[in-house]
């Protein structure tokens, strides 16, 4: 098998590849695409997003699965509701074995989206019902069971059926709430709802009455379940023991542990705690402590829970006196430290904040580690519950010097400020401030916030006489950014300010001022200020902000003038370094803060700039320019750095310095004086070196080589390195050690050393210098690195085989690199060059078993495919594989015959069964591909990758167009716009903005809505633990970390296994899918939510996207009946979907269509914000695509000749259907309206429709046709030769759009390259003061100058299309 | 080919920032310009804030003249602020966007 056909070699790698899928299951759970249970596959190739929603998914369904054994017939409805419940349950459930309570946030919104869900179970309601009671310690017993009563009562309206257990889980609250109610009243509830009550309602209502101490009302309802038969229980009997003690009957209440046992029931722990309580609510210690004795005698045990409950009931009888003993006996095992916190919340709550402290100390919290502090949750709810500040401040003296928190002061002056309590915090500060702790402005800023939010001006003011109370000054930032924006004006803050007696150092405000000024662009504000300002400031105070205005602002004058003025004025830049450094930085964060495509937009724009402050002899100094000019390489805008060149301040360097020869008779003179000439002689060397004179520096050397110092021989070195002499560098660098062996040179004259050593084959004496870098620790960068590289890449191209290797070898064992593939690739390179692919191979094999690293594989490859090399492919194939597995094999060899052209074998490859992408192998060879314009390669790649397994096809046409956009192939870009169509590839917003880039700089119309980003809606979530909502995020986001392919992904793997998310879910997916365009899914997802949820249905905003996404496919019947369905749910769809419905209608001649919107949206046009000429238009357009024109012109003229007009002619803007007629070529209709429009301008003086054709006609380049239907006009009114168009404009007075005639007069004279009808033009409107705007001023300085004529103003910079948008803009918002 | 590694390689150079995180809510960025400058010159401190509540978000970046610098700094143990320790790691370069409190005013 020496020579086989590369076909050969092919099917020899497939056979092999099947041979392991049928050899080995552990290769199929490799490769294979996986499907089925295990998700784990696809897990990977997700980030947590996706993760945290399978493993919800994976939760929900095991959840589902449970269910399934307990219930009969799982219907949807049933599971739905079932994972509904268990992701409740598992929120609060985590919440309360985390911290033994749930806080009110949390059962809020597990209520909220228990509702959301549709009708919630009963499980739910029960779940819900069941944590209003002791679960909730940061709320009053009374809204506790307001709650309790919200969820009963909105649930009910839900539908949701209650049973028994509902009313069980009510009367639990109401007993831990201390809630007072009616027995009786309840049970009559009960049985009026026909429900039975059964032996836990009977308890639980004695319990109530005991609670309230009534004895009797316990009896009669234990008479009841006596006849019932029902058993009495412990708990009955402790409730009576309560019952006894509230009555004030104690003797009694003691007798019922007697009772019981006579029943033949021994008392257990509850009881024996309802006794204890019962003592404590006397405030009877003895008694406790002997029944606490007597129950450690026998063998019942009291928890810590139980302890705790005696505390409360101590202290809520009023005993905090008796608390320290209880305490003693408390264990405090870690489990119970959730109930402790929980105490002492409750009792916060109850105002017993004192006693809450005290077990707060008592807690034994490892007080070592004084990174965990302790009892910031007891202070977080003190300030929740008012509790009066000096109380505060005295538990916070208390909570530090028992070591439990490092910094309690500034904790509860935090949860002061986020609940906005300004009292409490201007206490506290003083605390702080009287510590010593320094009080700063920011800690004001939560407090204006709140206040800024309200616009509550007298809120400001209090906190601004606040920070005046502390001692606090407002600063700039303050003013800027809390206290500006509550205001309409400055001026009213100064105002508001001087009435209320609020001081303020005029200074920083009128600073703060001309910030805000400057961050809104405001710089005709900020040029006046400086001109008029007295107040010397540092310009780098405002520089900031001034940035900000400058990016804002487009007005280059300005943007000099601010500059110049800062630059020269002695106001601003006083202070050392001047002024030169200051504007020079500035310009250097100026656009440092802009992005690189900012930059890119504002070229000509900077370009202006810089040459005005030029003329304005504005100068920075040389470092600063070089930073500027390394930012606009990076900026890829490296033509603008000649631009800024021009502001080196340039006569300092020069003027200063001596020349070499000044030098030189100066070392003389003092050699011959005798005197020391060290320095002088290095002086004059470095000059020398900077002159490149190296002949003369090593002359002097030589001559006074006694003298020499260190520095001297550096420069030297290095010149000698520059100048390829390496018999002198070496000389010289062995001189430098002898002078002083400890010395080091910097890492680049080291390197160039290595580099030139090497080069003239001294190779031991370049190794002594790496080994020299490594001894005396030469710092090594990536720079650094980076020379090696072409230290070793250039021996390889040159074929220094031995230079290569061993200077390769030294960096490696030295350590001073690592061994990395670009490092190393030289090694292969070496032989590559020389064709040697025997030796290319080893190398790189070597590299993997000493490296474990495979440079230039890929080369290797596609050299030996080029040779035919069948055997040599064969090892490194099976040594890949061997190494690094089958897949990376076949894509390796993949890659190498796309490189060298062999698609055929390309194709059988990666059509290999098994096979699956992996992206970033693609990456790298498109990005290859993209950096070495190989148009052909990368385009066969994303044809054969088609049917690849999970291939990311989006990514790879994005790729292909970021290499069109490379050589400006517009032709090949707007095919791939088909070619995704075709292949049904939803494409990333990213992929179509730069579609849509490619077209635009080439003049083409981009046939698609370049999608807006949406970041905005991300913003406003909050974000917790994973939770349904969190689920929506999740898959909100994942349009940005991923495709929403993933987010539909999951909806179809939920779907599957029968999951189903809230309604919001949906309706998120839903829009992030028709934001893609992809209505086929969207509707999908639709569906199964409507079959799924009870009434769900879209919004307004995913109608309208709907409709949209359907016009655009071009399901105009669908897309009609989802307008209907949103205008049945009064939902307003926007103005954009019923136009596009109405245009598509009328495209399609369906004037039928166009009626029925008309009915459906009649009332409603205003709030749509539809326009009445859109039907006019859209219906004539209609009516002429059904070639009924005549009916169309008809019923025009009717509209603007009647006597009841509905339409203002003025406002009768016929030019869509104009522009409509011209661009479909309906050459019969555009006479016919042509000729309708002469008659309404003739017969009717209507001119709107004339005026709205002619200036259609000029825009669609139908120069000749406008001027011939303006000569008819003037024809028929006047007779006068005058300029044609000059004479419409003056004919038509109601004209509104002057300017754009105005501009497409100029268009037109252009067309014609009429110079002289031009300037009349240009000069009759200067002299008339006509302010004209730039697309007019570009199009006749462009004519002059193509007329070789000067131009009389600055030419506008930008292109025209820029201007026909900004003007088009500007004319939109004026609609 | 050669330029090939010298792409890979170049692409780590960056700028000395240090990265910041568990800032007290009680210190800004003129207390970290001073905690850092034991270190060498901040050229740029930034500490945002978030301007719905009035707090930063415990975030922030040092922006430093020299890698030196930023090594001395992130070669320190333990960085501690108003008794609070902060996290510092080196931080890649453009991070920084957005809403923003900064001291730079204050630099040269």
Redesign the interface.
């Given at each position: 098998m020496k020579y086989f056909s590369l076909r050969c070699l092919c099917h020899w790698v497939v056979r092999i590849w099947e041979q392991c899928i049928s050899a080995g299951a552990g290769l199929m759970y490799r490769f294979l695409p996986c499907h089925g249970p295990t998700l784990i596959p696809f897990i990977t190739n997700c980030v947590s997003f996706c993760r945290g929603l399978l493993s919800q998914a994976r939760l929900h369904s095991i959840a589902a699965e449970k269910k399934n054994y307990l219930q009969e017939e799982p219907t949807s409805s049933h599971r739905r509701n079932a994972s509904q419940f268990d992701w409740a349950l598992m929120r609060l459930d985590n919440s309360v074995r985390r911290t033994g309570r749930i806080p009110k946030t949390l059962l809020q919104k597990v209520f909220d989206n228990t509702c959301h869900s549709g009708s919630p179970g009963g499980n739910q309601a029960l779940l819900l019902l069941r944590s209003c009671g002791s679960l909730l310690p940061e709320l009053k017993l009374s809204e506790r069971t307001e709650f309790a009563h919200k969820i009963w009562d909105e649930l009910q309206k839900l539908g949701t059926v209650y049973d028994v257990s509902h009313y069980n889980a009510l009367l639990k609250v109401y007993l831990q709430n201390d809630h007072k109610f009616s027995p009786t009243d309840f049970l009559a509830r009960m049985e009026k709802g026909n429900i039975q009550p059964n032996r836990v309602t009977y308890q639980r209502l004695i319990a109530a009455y005991c609670n309230m101490g009534d004895i009797e009302g316990a009896s009669t309802i234990l008479g009841f379940m006596k006849t019932k038969d029902l058993p009495v229980t412990e708990a009955v009997f402790s409730a009576l023991v309560t019952g006894h003690a509230r009555s004030g009957d104690m003797e009694n209440a003691e007798n019922i542990l007697t009772v019981m046992k006579e029943a033949g029931i021994e008392p257990g722990p509850d009881t024996y705690l309802a006794l204890l309580n019962a003592y404590a609510e006397k405030g009877d210690i003895d008694h406790v402590k002997q029944t606490l004795e007597k129950v450690e005698k026998s063998d019942l045990y009291l928890m810590d829970r139980d302890l705790l409950q005696i505390i409360l009931s101590f202290s809520k009888a009023g005993y905090p006196q008796y608390v320290p003993e209880i305490l003693e006996k408390i264990t405090y095992e870690r489990r119970y430290i959730p109930d402790t916190m929980n105490l002492i919340l409750l009792l916060v709550t109850e105002k017993l904040e004192d006693t809450a402290l005290q077990i707060l100390l008592a807690c034994p919290i490892s007080r070592e580690s004084s990174?965990n502090d302790f009892g910031s949750f007891f202070l977080r709810h003190c300030v929740t519950m008012n509790t009066p500040a000096e109380k505060l401040k005295d538990y916070c003296k208390k909570l530090k010097e028992a070591q439990l928190h490092?910094?309690p002061l500034?904790f509860t002056l935090?949860c002061a400020?986020?609940a906005q309590k300004l009292d409490l915090a201007k206490v506290l500060m003083k605390a702080l401030k009287e510590e010593g702790?320094p009080i700063?402005t920011?800690?004001f800023?939560?407090?204006?916030?709140g206040h800024q939010k309200e616009k509550n001006v007298q809120g400001i003011v209090e906190v601004l006489k606040g920070m005046h109370e502390i001692g606090v000054t407002p600063d700039q930032?303050t003013y800027v950014?809390?206290v500006f924006p509550c205001f309409d004006s400055i001026k009213s803050v100064r105002a508001v300010l001087q009435e209320n007696g609020c001081p303020h150092d005029d200074n920083v405000f009128s600073q703060a001022e001309l910030r805000s000024k400057a961050v809104n662009g405001n710089l005709d504000y900020i040029l006046s200020f400086l001109e008029s300002n007295t107040l010397p400031f540092?310009f780098?105070?405002?520089?900031?902000s001034l940035i900000l205005g400058f990016r804002r602002s487009m007005n280059i004058n300005l943007w000099s003038k601010i500059t110049e003025l800062l630059y020269k004025d002695g106001r601003y830049c006083q202070e050392p370094?001047g002024p030169t450094?200051?504007v020079g930085?500035f310009l250097y964060?100026l656009i440092d803060s802009m992005s690189d495509s900012e930059v890119q937009a504002k070229e000509e724009r900077l370009r202006q700039y810089f040459h005005q402050l030029k003329e304005m002899n504005v100068k920075i100094p040389e470092n600063i320019y070089r930073g500027i000019r390394n930012l606009l390489d990076s900026y890829h805008v490296p033509e603008l750095i000649k631009d800024v060149n021009i502001l080196v301040e340039r006569e300092k360097t020069d003027s200063r310095k001596p020349s070499s020869s000044d030098l030189e008779s100066k070392l003389e003179k003092l050699k011959a004086e005798n005197q020391p000439i060290g320095d002088i002689l290095k002086q004059l060397i470095v000059m020398l070196c900077s002159e490149e004179n190296m002949q003369k520096a090593l002359e002097l050397k030589a001559k006074y080589e006694s003298d020499m110092v260190v520095g001297g021989y550096a420069a030297l070195i290095n010149l000698c390195c520059r100048h390829d002499n390496a018999e002198d560098a070496l000389n010289l660098k062995r001189e430098f050690d002898r002078l002083d062996s400890s010395a080091v040179l910097d890492t680049g004259k080291y390197v160039r050393l290595v580099k030139v050593l090497g080069k003239h084959g001294k190779l031991q004496d370049a190794i002594n210098i790496l080994k020299e870098m490594k001894e005396k620790d030469v710092p090594v960068?990536?720079?650094t690195?980076?020379s090696f590289?072409?230290i070793l890449?250039g021996a390889a191209?040159r074929g220094e085989t031995e230079t290569v290797k061993q200077l390769h070898e030294a960096i490696v064992t030295l350590g001073l690199a690592k061994p990395?593939?670009?490092?190393s690739?030289p090694l292969v390179?070496l032989y590559l060059e020389k064709d040697d692919l025997p030796a290319a191979l080893e190398s790189t094999i070597d590299c993997y078993e000493k490296y474990k690293i495979l440079p230039?594989i890929h080369?290797v490859l596609c050299k030996l495919i080029e040779k035919g090399e069948t055997e040599l492919i064969q090892k490194a194939m099976d040594f890949v594989s061997q190494e690094q597995g089958e897949m990376t094999m076949l894509y390796d060899l993949f890659f190498a015959f796309l490189q060298t052209g062999n698609y055929k074998e390309a194709k059988k490859i990666i059509e290999t069964p098994g096979i699956r992408a992996r992206p970033t192998r693609l990456q790298w060879f498109c990005d290859?591909c993209i950096?070495n314009n190989q148009v052909e390669t990368l385009e066969k790649l994303v044809e054969l990758t088609q049917k690849l397994f999970e291939c990311d096809r989006d990514q790879l046409y994005y790729s292909l167009l970021k290499l069109y956009k490379v050589n400006d192939d517009w032709q090949k870009a707007d095919a791939v716009w088909n070619k995704m169509q075709e292949e049904n590839i939803i494409p990333r917003e990213k992929t179509l903005r730069l579609l849509a880039e490619i077209l635009r700089n080439n003049n083409q119309e981009v046939p698609f809505d370049v999608p807006e980003l949406w970041y905005e809606e991300e913003k406003d979530c909050p974000t917790s633990l994973p939770s349904p909502v969190e689920v929506n995020l999740q898959i909100m986001s994942s349009h940005f970390l991923f495709s929403f392919i993933d987010a539909f992904n999951i909806f179809l793997t939920a779907k599957k296994q029968n999951i189903v998310f809230d309604n919001e879910t949906y309706a998120r997916l839903i829009n992030l899918l028709l934001m893609k365009d992809n209505s086929t899914q969207a509707m999908q997802v639709k569906d199964f939510a409507e079959t799924h949820i009870k009434g769900f249905t879209l919004n307004d905003a995913a109608n309208s996207l709907l409709i949209i996404t359907q016009v655009r496919r071009d399901y105009l019947k669908d897309a009609l009946t989802t307008l209907k369905t949103a205008l049945d749910l009064d939902q307003i769809p926007s103005r954009l979907a019923v136009t596009r419905l109405i245009q598509a209608c009328a495209l399609k001649g369906d004037t039928e269509s166009i009626h029925d919107i008309q009915k459906l949206v009649n009332g409603l046009e205003d709030s749509i914000g539809l326009s009445r000429m859109v039907f006019i238009n859209n219906i004539a357009l209609a009516q002429i695509k059904n070639n009924n024109i005549d009916v169309a012109i008809e019923s025009i003229e009717n509209m603007l000749t009647s006597e009841n007009q509905t339409v203002d002619p003025q406002y009768f803007g016929l030019a869509y259907l104009f522009r409509k007629v011209i661009e479909g070529q309906l050459e019969p209709a555009l006479k016919k309206i042509s000729i309708m429009a002469e008659r309404l301008a003739n017969q009717f003086a209507v001119y709107k429709p004339v005026t709205d054709l002619f200036l259609q006609l000029v825009d669609s380049g139908k120069v000749n046709d406008a001027r011939a239907l303006l000569q008819v006009m003037t024809h028929h009114m006047w007779s006068s030769e005058a300029p044609v168009m000059k004479s419409l404009l003056e004919l038509i007075p109601e004209l509104i759009d002057k300017e754009e005639a105005y501009t497409c007069l100029m268009k037109s004279y252009v067309f014609d390259n009429d110079v002289t009808s031009a300037k009349a033009l240009y000069e009759s409107l200067t002299a008339k003061n006509v302010k004209l705007n730039d697309l007019f001023l570009k199009r006749y300085a462009v004519l002059l100058k193509n007329a070789g004529e000067s131009v009389p103003f600055t030419e506008p910079p930008e292109s025209f299309e820029f201007y026909a948008k900004q003007l088009k803009e500007s004319k939109e918002t004026h609609l | 080919?050669?330029t090939?590694?010298?792409?890979?390689?170049?692409t780590?150079?960056g700028r000395p920032v240090a990265f910041v995180r568990k800032i007290?809510?009680?210190?800004?960025s003129s207390?970290l310009r001073e905690h850092f400058a034991q270190f060498g010159h901040v050229r740029k401190c930034t500490v945002p804030?978030d301007?719905?509540?009035?707090?930063?978000k415990g975030m922030g970046w040092i922006h430093f003249s020299s890698?030196e610098e930023l090594h001395n700094a992130l070669q320190q143990e333990n960085h501690i602020i108003?008794?609070?320790?902060l996290h510092v790691q080196p931080q890649k370069p453009k991070a920084l966007q957005g809403d923003q409190?900064?001291d730079?005013?204050?630099?040269?």
């Amino acid at each position: 098998m020496k020579y086989f056909s590369l076909r050969c070699l092919c099917h020899w790698v497939v056979r092999i590849w099947e041979q392991c899928i049928s050899a080995g299951a552990g290769l199929m759970y490799r490769f294979l695409p996986c499907h089925g249970p295990t998700l784990i596959p696809f897990i990977t190739n997700c980030v947590s997003f996706c993760r945290g929603l399978l493993s919800q998914a994976r939760l929900h369904s095991i959840a589902a699965e449970k269910k399934n054994y307990l219930q009969e017939e799982p219907t949807s409805s049933h599971r739905r509701n079932a994972s509904q419940f268990d992701w409740a349950l598992m929120r609060l459930d985590n919440s309360v074995r985390r911290t033994g309570r749930i806080p009110k946030t949390l059962l809020q919104k597990v209520f909220d989206n228990t509702c959301h869900s549709g009708s919630p179970g009963g499980n739910q309601a029960l779940l819900l019902l069941r944590s209003c009671g002791s679960l909730l310690p940061e709320l009053k017993l009374s809204e506790r069971t307001e709650f309790a009563h919200k969820i009963w009562d909105e649930l009910q309206k839900l539908g949701t059926v209650y049973d028994v257990s509902h009313y069980n889980a009510l009367l639990k609250v109401y007993l831990q709430n201390d809630h007072k109610f009616s027995p009786t009243d309840f049970l009559a509830r009960m049985e009026k709802g026909n429900i039975q009550p059964n032996r836990v309602t009977y308890q639980r209502l004695i319990a109530a009455y005991c609670n309230m101490g009534d004895i009797e009302g316990a009896s009669t309802i234990l008479g009841f379940m006596k006849t019932k038969d029902l058993p009495v229980t412990e708990a009955v009997f402790s409730a009576l023991v309560t019952g006894h003690a509230r009555s004030g009957d104690m003797e009694n209440a003691e007798n019922i542990l007697t009772v019981m046992k006579e029943a033949g029931i021994e008392p257990g722990p509850d009881t024996y705690l309802a006794l204890l309580n019962a003592y404590a609510e006397k405030g009877d210690i003895d008694h406790v402590k002997q029944t606490l004795e007597k129950v450690e005698k026998s063998d019942l045990y009291l928890m810590d829970r139980d302890l705790l409950q005696i505390i409360l009931s101590f202290s809520k009888a009023g005993y905090p006196q008796y608390v320290p003993e209880i305490l003693e006996k408390i264990t405090y095992e870690r489990r119970y430290i959730p109930d402790t916190m929980n105490l002492i919340l409750l009792l916060v709550t109850e105002k017993l904040e004192d006693t809450a402290l005290q077990i707060l100390l008592a807690c034994p919290i490892s007080r070592e580690s004084s990174q965990n502090d302790f009892g910031s949750f007891f202070l977080r709810h003190c300030v929740t519950m008012n509790t009066p500040a000096e109380k505060l401040k005295d538990y916070c003296k208390k909570l530090k010097e028992a070591q439990l928190h490092t910094s309690p002061l500034q904790f509860t002056l935090q949860c002061a400020l986020v609940a906005q309590k300004l009292d409490l915090a201007k206490v506290l500060m003083k605390a702080l401030k009287e510590e010593g702790f320094p009080i700063r402005t920011h800690y004001f800023w939560p407090l204006l916030v709140g206040h800024q939010k309200e616009k509550n001006v007298q809120g400001i003011v209090e906190v601004l006489k606040g920070m005046h109370e502390i001692g606090v000054t407002p600063d700039q930032e303050t003013y800027v950014n809390y206290v500006f924006p509550c205001f309409d004006s400055i001026k009213s803050v100064r105002a508001v300010l001087q009435e209320n007696g609020c001081p303020h150092d005029d200074n920083v405000f009128s600073q703060a001022e001309l910030r805000s000024k400057a961050v809104n662009g405001n710089l005709d504000y900020i040029l006046s200020f400086l001109e008029s300002n007295t107040l010397p400031f540092s310009f780098s105070s405002l520089r900031g902000s001034l940035i900000l205005g400058f990016r804002r602002s487009m007005n280059i004058n300005l943007w000099s003038k601010i500059t110049e003025l800062l630059y020269k004025d002695g106001r601003y830049c006083q202070e050392p370094p001047g002024p030169t450094e200051a504007v020079g930085y500035f310009l250097y964060n100026l656009i440092d803060s802009m992005s690189d495509s900012e930059v890119q937009a504002k070229e000509e724009r900077l370009r202006q700039y810089f040459h005005q402050l030029k003329e304005m002899n504005v100068k920075i100094p040389e470092n600063i320019y070089r930073g500027i000019r390394n930012l606009l390489d990076s900026y890829h805008v490296p033509e603008l750095i000649k631009d800024v060149n021009i502001l080196v301040e340039r006569e300092k360097t020069d003027s200063r310095k001596p020349s070499s020869s000044d030098l030189e008779s100066k070392l003389e003179k003092l050699k011959a004086e005798n005197q020391p000439i060290g320095d002088i002689l290095k002086q004059l060397i470095v000059m020398l070196c900077s002159e490149e004179n190296m002949q003369k520096a090593l002359e002097l050397k030589a001559k006074y080589e006694s003298d020499m110092v260190v520095g001297g021989y550096a420069a030297l070195i290095n010149l000698c390195c520059r100048h390829d002499n390496a018999e002198d560098a070496l000389n010289l660098k062995r001189e430098f050690d002898r002078l002083d062996s400890s010395a080091v040179l910097d890492t680049g004259k080291y390197v160039r050393l290595v580099k030139v050593l090497g080069k003239h084959g001294k190779l031991q004496d370049a190794i002594n210098i790496l080994k020299e870098m490594k001894e005396k620790d030469v710092p090594v960068k990536d720079a650094t690195v980076l020379s090696f590289f072409h230290i070793l890449n250039g021996a390889a191209l040159r074929g220094e085989t031995e230079t290569v290797k061993q200077l390769h070898e030294a960096i490696v064992t030295l350590g001073l690199a690592k061994p990395s593939t670009a490092l190393s690739s030289p090694l292969v390179t070496l032989y590559l060059e020389k064709d040697d692919l025997p030796a290319a191979l080893e190398s790189t094999i070597d590299c993997y078993e000493k490296y474990k690293i495979l440079p230039r594989i890929h080369d290797v490859l596609c050299k030996l495919i080029e040779k035919g090399e069948t055997e040599l492919i064969q090892k490194a194939m099976d040594f890949v594989s061997q190494e690094q597995g089958e897949m990376t094999m076949l894509y390796d060899l993949f890659f190498a015959f796309l490189q060298t052209g062999n698609y055929k074998e390309a194709k059988k490859i990666i059509e290999t069964p098994g096979i699956r992408a992996r992206p970033t192998r693609l990456q790298w060879f498109c990005d290859r591909c993209i950096a070495n314009n190989q148009v052909e390669t990368l385009e066969k790649l994303v044809e054969l990758t088609q049917k690849l397994f999970e291939c990311d096809r989006d990514q790879l046409y994005y790729s292909l167009l970021k290499l069109y956009k490379v050589n400006d192939d517009w032709q090949k870009a707007d095919a791939v716009w088909n070619k995704m169509q075709e292949e049904n590839i939803i494409p990333r917003e990213k992929t179509l903005r730069l579609l849509a880039e490619i077209l635009r700089n080439n003049n083409q119309e981009v046939p698609f809505d370049v999608p807006e980003l949406w970041y905005e809606e991300e913003k406003d979530c909050p974000t917790s633990l994973p939770s349904p909502v969190e689920v929506n995020l999740q898959i909100m986001s994942s349009h940005f970390l991923f495709s929403f392919i993933d987010a539909f992904n999951i909806f179809l793997t939920a779907k599957k296994q029968n999951i189903v998310f809230d309604n919001e879910t949906y309706a998120r997916l839903i829009n992030l899918l028709l934001m893609k365009d992809n209505s086929t899914q969207a509707m999908q997802v639709k569906d199964f939510a409507e079959t799924h949820i009870k009434g769900f249905t879209l919004n307004d905003a995913a109608n309208s996207l709907l409709i949209i996404t359907q016009v655009r496919r071009d399901y105009l019947k669908d897309a009609l009946t989802t307008l209907k369905t949103a205008l049945d749910l009064d939902q307003i769809p926007s103005r954009l979907a019923v136009t596009r419905l109405i245009q598509a209608c009328a495209l399609k001649g369906d004037t039928e269509s166009i009626h029925d919107i008309q009915k459906l949206v009649n009332g409603l046009e205003d709030s749509i914000g539809l326009s009445r000429m859109v039907f006019i238009n859209n219906i004539a357009l209609a009516q002429i695509k059904n070639n009924n024109i005549d009916v169309a012109i008809e019923s025009i003229e009717n509209m603007l000749t009647s006597e009841n007009q509905t339409v203002d002619p003025q406002y009768f803007g016929l030019a869509y259907l104009f522009r409509k007629v011209i661009e479909g070529q309906l050459e019969p209709a555009l006479k016919k309206i042509s000729i309708m429009a002469e008659r309404l301008a003739n017969q009717f003086a209507v001119y709107k429709p004339v005026t709205d054709l002619f200036l259609q006609l000029v825009d669609s380049g139908k120069v000749n046709d406008a001027r011939a239907l303006l000569q008819v006009m003037t024809h028929h009114m006047w007779s006068s030769e005058a300029p044609v168009m000059k004479s419409l404009l003056e004919l038509i007075p109601e004209l509104i759009d002057k300017e754009e005639a105005y501009t497409c007069l100029m268009k037109s004279y252009v067309f014609d390259n009429d110079v002289t009808s031009a300037k009349a033009l240009y000069e009759s409107l200067t002299a008339k003061n006509v302010k004209l705007n730039d697309l007019f001023l570009k199009r006749y300085a462009v004519l002059l100058k193509n007329a070789g004529e000067s131009v009389p103003f600055t030419e506008p910079p930008e292109s025209f299309e820029f201007y026909a948008k900004q003007l088009k803009e500007s004319k939109e918002t004026h609609l | 080919m050669s330029t090939r590694g010298a792409v890979v390689l170049r692409t780590n150079i960056g700028r000395p920032v240090a990265f910041v995180r568990k800032i007290p809510w009680t210190a800004a960025s003129s207390e970290l310009r001073e905690h850092f400058a034991q270190f060498g010159h901040v050229r740029k401190c930034t500490v945002p804030f978030d301007k719905e509540t009035g707090f930063h978000k415990g975030m922030g970046w040092i922006h430093f003249s020299s890698e030196e610098e930023l090594h001395n700094a992130l070669q320190q143990e333990n960085h501690i602020i108003d008794g609070v320790k902060l996290h510092v790691q080196p931080q890649k370069p453009k991070a920084l966007q957005g809403d923003q409190t900064s001291d730079e005013e204050k630099d040269f």
